[in-house]
Protein backbone atom coordinates (compact mmCIF):
# COMPACT_ATOMS: atom_id res chain seq x y z
CA UNK A 1 0.00 0.00 0.00
CA UNK A 2 1.45 3.44 -1.15
CA UNK A 3 1.88 5.30 1.64
CA UNK A 4 1.47 9.58 1.63
CA UNK A 5 4.10 11.94 3.45
CA UNK A 6 2.47 14.40 5.75
CA UNK A 7 2.72 17.43 3.21
CA UNK A 8 0.67 14.94 0.26
CA UNK A 9 -1.72 14.24 2.79
CA UNK A 10 -1.83 17.94 3.47
CA UNK A 11 -1.74 18.89 -0.08
CA UNK A 12 -4.40 16.54 -0.66
CA UNK A 13 -6.90 17.36 2.06
CA UNK A 14 -6.47 20.97 0.76
CA UNK A 15 -7.77 20.31 -2.37
CA UNK A 16 -10.69 18.48 -1.38
CA UNK A 17 -11.84 21.29 0.95
CA UNK A 18 -11.55 23.99 -1.57
CA UNK A 19 -13.35 21.84 -4.87
CA UNK A 20 -12.62 24.02 -7.26
CA UNK A 21 -14.32 24.13 -10.06
CA UNK A 22 -12.67 22.47 -13.44
CA UNK A 23 -11.58 25.93 -15.33
CA UNK A 24 -11.55 28.12 -12.68
CA UNK A 25 -8.31 28.79 -10.71
CA UNK A 26 -7.96 29.46 -6.84
CA UNK A 27 -7.59 33.52 -7.77
CA UNK A 28 -10.81 33.31 -10.13
CA UNK A 29 -12.52 31.20 -7.26
CA UNK A 30 -11.85 33.91 -5.10
CA UNK A 31 -12.59 36.74 -7.36
CA UNK A 32 -15.78 34.95 -7.86
CA UNK A 33 -16.78 34.81 -3.72
CA UNK A 34 -16.33 38.41 -3.96
CA UNK A 35 -18.15 39.51 -7.17
CA UNK A 36 -21.24 41.45 -8.01
CA UNK A 37 -21.46 40.21 -11.48
CA UNK A 38 -24.87 42.50 -12.01
CA UNK A 39 -22.71 45.81 -11.45
CA UNK A 40 -20.77 47.41 -14.44
CA UNK A 41 -18.16 48.23 -12.24
CA UNK A 42 -17.52 44.46 -11.80
CA UNK A 43 -15.05 42.63 -13.49
CA UNK A 44 -17.77 41.16 -16.39
CA UNK A 45 -19.33 44.67 -16.01
CA UNK A 46 -16.01 46.58 -17.11
CA UNK A 47 -14.99 44.08 -20.10
CA UNK A 48 -18.87 44.24 -21.08
CA UNK A 49 -18.50 47.85 -21.24
CA UNK A 50 -15.29 48.14 -22.54
CA UNK A 51 -16.25 45.73 -25.46
CA UNK A 52 -19.80 46.89 -26.54
CA UNK A 53 -20.79 49.90 -24.52
CA UNK A 54 -20.15 52.69 -27.61
CA UNK A 55 -23.29 50.38 -28.81
CA UNK A 56 -25.60 52.46 -26.00
CA UNK A 57 -23.64 55.71 -26.01
CA UNK A 58 -26.82 57.32 -27.81
CA UNK A 59 -27.77 60.45 -25.96
CA UNK A 60 -27.89 63.42 -27.97
CA UNK A 61 -28.14 65.95 -25.14
CA UNK A 62 -26.62 69.26 -25.20
CA UNK A 63 -25.16 69.17 -21.58
CA UNK A 64 -21.88 66.98 -21.48
CA UNK A 65 -22.87 66.00 -17.89
CA UNK A 66 -26.55 64.95 -18.86
CA UNK A 67 -25.03 63.39 -21.22
CA UNK A 68 -22.64 60.97 -20.45
CA UNK A 69 -25.28 60.59 -17.25
CA UNK A 70 -27.82 59.31 -19.80
CA UNK A 71 -25.40 57.07 -21.87
CA UNK A 72 -24.11 55.29 -18.07
CA UNK A 73 -27.57 54.66 -17.43
CA UNK A 74 -28.11 53.15 -21.30
CA UNK A 75 -24.86 51.22 -20.48
CA UNK A 76 -26.32 49.94 -17.44
CA UNK A 77 -29.58 49.12 -18.18
CA UNK A 78 -28.46 47.09 -21.93
CA UNK A 79 -26.11 45.00 -18.97
CA UNK A 80 -28.82 44.60 -16.96
CA UNK A 81 -30.91 42.98 -19.49
CA UNK A 82 -27.81 40.33 -20.49
CA UNK A 83 -27.10 39.44 -16.99
CA UNK A 84 -30.68 38.68 -16.27
CA UNK A 85 -32.52 37.82 -19.47
CA UNK A 86 -29.37 34.96 -20.20
CA UNK A 87 -30.41 35.58 -24.39
CA UNK A 88 -28.36 32.58 -26.46
CA UNK A 89 -28.67 35.49 -29.32
CA UNK A 90 -26.47 38.93 -29.34
CA UNK A 91 -29.03 42.02 -28.20
CA UNK A 92 -29.05 43.28 -31.62
CA UNK A 93 -30.02 39.72 -33.78
CA UNK A 94 -33.23 38.27 -33.92
CA UNK A 95 -32.50 34.51 -34.81
CA UNK A 96 -34.55 33.36 -38.08
CA UNK A 97 -36.29 29.84 -38.06
CA UNK A 98 -34.26 28.15 -40.71
CA UNK A 99 -34.70 24.03 -41.72
CA UNK A 100 -31.24 22.24 -40.96
CA UNK A 101 -31.16 19.65 -43.94
CA UNK A 102 -30.08 15.97 -43.57
CA UNK A 103 -26.56 14.95 -43.84
CA UNK A 104 -25.70 18.44 -41.63
CA UNK A 105 -23.19 17.65 -38.85
CA UNK A 106 -22.69 19.80 -35.89
CA UNK A 107 -20.93 19.61 -32.71
CA UNK A 108 -22.04 19.86 -28.78
CA UNK A 109 -20.47 20.21 -25.92
CA UNK A 110 -21.36 17.37 -23.27
CA UNK A 111 -21.26 17.14 -19.58
CA UNK A 112 -20.00 13.94 -17.61
CA UNK A 113 -22.70 11.47 -16.95
CA UNK A 114 -24.76 12.70 -19.75
CA UNK A 115 -25.70 10.14 -22.34
CA UNK A 116 -25.26 10.40 -26.37
CA UNK A 117 -28.91 9.61 -26.54
CA UNK A 118 -29.72 12.73 -24.36
CA UNK A 119 -28.74 15.86 -26.10
CA UNK A 120 -28.88 19.42 -25.43
CA UNK A 121 -31.01 21.95 -27.43
CA UNK A 122 -28.34 24.17 -28.47
CA UNK A 123 -25.45 22.84 -31.18
CA UNK A 124 -22.83 24.46 -33.14
CA UNK A 125 -21.37 24.29 -36.93
CA UNK A 126 -17.94 24.96 -35.71
CA UNK A 127 -15.22 22.77 -34.36
CA UNK A 128 -14.59 22.90 -30.87
CA UNK A 129 -11.50 21.39 -29.21
CA UNK A 130 -11.14 22.53 -25.68
CA UNK A 131 -13.15 23.23 -22.28
CA UNK A 132 -12.00 27.05 -22.90
CA UNK A 133 -13.25 27.24 -26.41
CA UNK A 134 -16.63 25.78 -24.93
CA UNK A 135 -16.79 28.33 -22.00
CA UNK A 136 -15.18 31.23 -24.28
CA UNK A 137 -16.95 30.50 -27.49
CA UNK A 138 -20.24 28.71 -27.26
CA UNK A 139 -20.48 30.82 -23.96
CA UNK A 140 -21.63 28.06 -21.96
CA UNK A 141 -21.90 29.18 -18.20
CA UNK A 142 -20.54 26.81 -15.03
CA UNK A 143 -24.35 27.03 -13.81
CA UNK A 144 -25.19 25.50 -17.35
CA UNK A 145 -22.32 22.93 -17.01
CA UNK A 146 -19.80 22.36 -14.99
CA UNK A 147 -18.19 19.74 -15.78
CA UNK A 148 -18.21 19.22 -19.50
CA UNK A 149 -15.51 16.93 -20.62
CA UNK A 150 -16.32 15.95 -24.12
CA UNK A 151 -17.66 16.96 -27.58
CA UNK A 152 -19.72 14.94 -29.50
CA UNK A 153 -20.19 15.04 -33.23
CA UNK A 154 -24.35 14.36 -34.46
CA UNK A 155 -25.58 14.26 -38.07
CA UNK A 156 -29.04 15.26 -39.13
CA UNK A 157 -31.11 13.01 -40.31
CA UNK A 158 -34.61 13.77 -40.72
CA UNK A 159 -35.34 17.98 -41.98
CA UNK A 160 -35.31 20.06 -38.77
CA UNK A 161 -36.80 23.63 -37.80
CA UNK A 162 -34.04 25.38 -35.83
CA UNK A 163 -33.63 28.99 -34.89
CA UNK A 164 -30.15 29.48 -36.49
CA UNK A 165 -27.86 32.76 -35.61
CA UNK A 166 -24.44 33.76 -34.22
CA UNK A 167 -24.16 33.17 -30.37
CA UNK A 168 -24.08 36.08 -27.73
CA UNK A 169 -21.59 36.73 -24.88
CA UNK A 170 -22.80 35.79 -21.77
CA UNK A 171 -22.27 36.62 -18.18
CA UNK A 172 -20.71 34.12 -15.70
CA UNK A 173 -21.48 34.82 -12.16
CA UNK A 174 -19.73 31.97 -10.62
CA UNK A 175 -15.94 32.57 -12.80
CA UNK A 176 -16.44 36.78 -12.56
CA UNK A 177 -15.93 36.60 -16.22
CA UNK A 178 -17.63 37.87 -19.81
CA UNK A 179 -18.58 34.80 -22.32
CA UNK A 180 -17.54 36.69 -25.78
CA UNK A 181 -18.99 33.76 -27.27
CA UNK A 182 -19.23 34.37 -31.30
CA UNK A 183 -19.47 31.02 -32.54
CA UNK A 184 -22.32 29.87 -34.68
CA UNK A 185 -25.43 28.29 -33.08
CA UNK A 186 -28.55 26.44 -33.36
CA UNK A 187 -31.55 25.97 -31.08
CA UNK A 188 -33.18 22.95 -32.03
CA UNK A 189 -37.22 23.48 -32.61
CA UNK A 190 -38.29 19.83 -31.45
CA UNK A 191 -39.87 18.66 -28.38
CA UNK A 192 -36.91 17.35 -26.17
CA UNK A 193 -38.22 13.79 -26.27
CA UNK A 194 -37.74 14.06 -30.17
CA UNK A 195 -34.31 14.98 -30.48
CA UNK A 196 -33.00 11.64 -31.53
CA UNK A 197 -35.74 11.43 -34.12
CA UNK A 198 -34.07 14.10 -36.22
CA UNK A 199 -30.70 13.28 -35.86
CA UNK A 200 -28.11 10.70 -35.45
CA UNK A 201 -25.09 10.00 -32.96
CA UNK A 202 -22.02 10.13 -34.90
CA UNK A 203 -18.78 9.75 -33.00
CA UNK A 204 -17.28 11.77 -28.99
CA UNK A 205 -13.99 13.58 -28.66
CA UNK A 206 -12.32 14.53 -25.07
CA UNK A 207 -11.96 17.55 -25.17
CA UNK A 208 -8.76 19.40 -23.45
CA UNK A 209 -8.71 20.11 -19.94
CA UNK A 210 -7.61 23.87 -18.93
CA UNK A 211 -4.14 24.12 -16.73
CA UNK A 212 -5.54 23.94 -12.96
CA UNK A 213 -3.45 27.30 -12.62
CA UNK A 214 -4.79 29.29 -15.51
CA UNK A 215 -6.60 32.19 -15.12
CA UNK A 216 -8.08 32.78 -18.44
Keep these: MRKLTLSAAITLSFAALTSIPIGLSA?????????????LDSVPGRAWNEAYGWRFNTSTDSDPKKRAEQNRANREAAYTALVKGQSPWP????????????????QMAMSKGQRDDQPGGFGTFDEIDTVNEVREDLAVLLAWKADVDRINTYVVTDLMMAHVGPIGPQVDPKACKLLPG??????????????????KFVSSEKLKQPDKGATK
Design 27 to 39: ENTAQADTCDATS
Design 182 to 199: RFSQFEMLVRRDDRMKYI
Design 91 to 106: SWFTPSISVIRPGTRF
